[in-house]
């Protein structure tokens, strides 16, 4: 049983899910948030828990060892789920450095405090603890259409800084549970979407465009196929392997699907169609735009979930239509997080970077 968990990058889209899931699933389990509170976290994802008193929250950086230390052996953490990561391809590119330092040097930094105050220190036996690494299947590289779906055992070949620095944090990990005995398991999953995501990524940055009658840029042909996850099923997938998962364990997680880019911004435009969005009648598809594609993009990515399903017995619970239509939903009827969000951030000059990443004026 988990007792008190620290999440890093709670704050974020994915970790902020994860602990409203922990609370709907386990009120009495204590979480602890770990964030620094960068472009793509907020308070603002947090709000209205529904165990409040089971939570806390501290602005803080995974690069601080001390700090972490302090934290696992105050609050008697028994568990680490290590979200807290640079994520956007694209701002890789133009700057990988902070990548290197909070994926790789941060990971290295948690596993150190885990090792010193779990380990060394014996506050826990290895049989009471667990360091879960959630990860990405941009890891593996790039997929021929040919090609079988990714499996937890095939080789690593990134092709961006980020997937880079994934992967070498992935490598931390496993060297850490093989060298230390420290235990561990790894989630490799496919894209996220759903609520609170920061829209500088494909779904909500479609989605939000196209409510506003904005151009919907979409990288080269759009024939670039992806995984999609519903960000629910993720935390329910990473909840059962932190429960159940074997230590030093990988498990791949993945929504089941396989459709273009493309595809996937006719969707929503067919959803915002069908709710009345709009009003002039007019089809949301008018709203694309092919753009120059970036460098380096890779052309397919797809997942073999079929260890996860036997081992552990997991399958995502939300099909693709189903889940696109609950994230436009969402969208629509949180305006006070997104009017929040957009003060926070400063959205506007990120609508601006962002469209010059993309190669518009």
């Given amino acids: 049983m988990i007792n008190t968990v620290l999440v890093t990058g709670g704050a974020g889209f994915i970790g902020s899910n994860f602990i409203r899931y922990i609370q709907n699933q386990s009120p009495k389990t204590r979480v602890i948030n770990l964030d620094l509170l960068t472009y793509a976290g907020s308070l603002e994802n947090l709000k209205g828990l529904p165990a409040q008193e089971y939570y806390t929250f501290i602005n803080g950086d995974i690069c601080d060892q001390d700090l972490v230390e302090s934290i696992l052996r105050d609050s008697k953490v028994d568990a680490i789920v290590h979200f807290a990561a640079e994520t956007h391809v694209d701002r890789s590119l133009e ?39 959630v990860s990405t299947d941009e890891v593996f590289g790039t997929l021929a259409p040919e090609d079988p ?135 949301h598809s008018r709203l694309i735009e092919y753009v120059k594609d970036r460098p380096g993009h890779d052309r397919r990515y797809a997942m073999n979930i079929s260890k996860i399903d036997a081992e552990l017995g997991w399958q995502p619970r939300h099909n693709l239509k189903e889940g696109l239509r609950n994230t436009v939903e969402w969208y629509l009827d949180n305006n006070a997080w997104l009017d929040a969000i957009i003060k926070e951030k400063d959205f506007q000059k990120w609508v601006k970077v962002n469209y010059q990443r993309r190669g518009q004026a």
């Fill in 149 to 283: 779906a990714f499996e937890e055992t095939t080789p690593y070949a990134p092709n961006s800084p980020y997937a880079a620095s994934k992967a070498s944090s992935d490598h931390l990990v496993r060297a850490y549970g093989h060298s230390f005995g420290l235990p561990f398991t790894i989630s490799n999953c496919s894209n996220n979407y759903g609520p609170y995501q920061f829209p500088e990524k494909l779904i909500p940055l479609m989605i939000l465009n196209a409510i506003n009658e904005k151009g919907l840029p979409i990288y080269g042909d759009g024939k670039q196929i992806r995984d999609w996850l519903y960000v629910e099923d993720h935390c329910d997938a990473i909840w059962t392997i932190l429960q159940n998962g074997r230590d030093g364990e990988s498990y791949n997680i993945g929504g089941g699907n396989q459709p273009t880019n493309i595809e996937i911004v006719e969707t929503i435009c067919s959803i915002l169609d069908e709710e009345g969005v709009g009003d002039d009648g007019q089809p």
């Fill in 95 to 133: 700057g990988p450095g902070a990548f290197i330092q909070t994926n790789i040097v941060g990971t290295y930094t948690l596993l150190e405090a885990a090792r010193k105050v779990w380990l060394t220190e014996g506050k826990f036996d290895n049989t009471q603890v667990r360091f879960h690494h």
